[in-house]
């Protein structure tokens, strides 16, 4: 049984840091592209950060460059996501996901992922 499982979540002032963790059971890590993505109250779901399975490339959303990094470590089948430069629009459930496929391009069209975390809330205080 596949489990994506997401950690380090919380509340945080603007400007502040955090780094999301996805702890990943079940499936062979190595062979998965990985994204997160978030949803914020009343909104639909975004595209945030994707990774390819070897964690050469990246992709981001415009609005989280320069300030969100997106790192794997296929040893320890986790992928993380290192979010500095918080703002308060930044306030949402960040969920990771896992796309199947050696390719060469980070995934960042939401139904290419198959299996879903929970998600783990972000609270960014003004």
């Known amino acids: 049984q596949v489990q994506l499982v997401e950690s380090g979540g919380g509340l945080v002032q603007d400007g502040g840091s955090l780094r999301l963790s996805c702890a990943a059971s079940g499936l062979l890590f190595s062979s998965y592209c990985m994204g997160w993505f978030r949803q914020a109250p009343g909104k639909e779901r975004e595209f945030v950060a994707a990774i390819t399975w070897s964690g050469q490339r990246t992709s981001y959303a415009d609005s989280v460059k320069g300030r969100f990094t997106i790192s794997r470590d296929n040893a320890r089948n986790t992928m993380y996501l290192h979010m500095n430069s918080l703002k308060p629009e930044d306030t949402a459930v960040y969920y990771c996901?896992?796309?199947?496929?050696?390719?060469?391009?980070?995934?960042?069209?939401?139904?290419?992922?198959?299996?879903w975390g929970q998600g783990t809330q972000v609270t960014v205080s003004s």
């Open positions: 996901a896992a796309a199947m496929g050696r390719g060469i391009v980070p995934r960042t069209y939401e139904p290419e992922y198959t299996y």
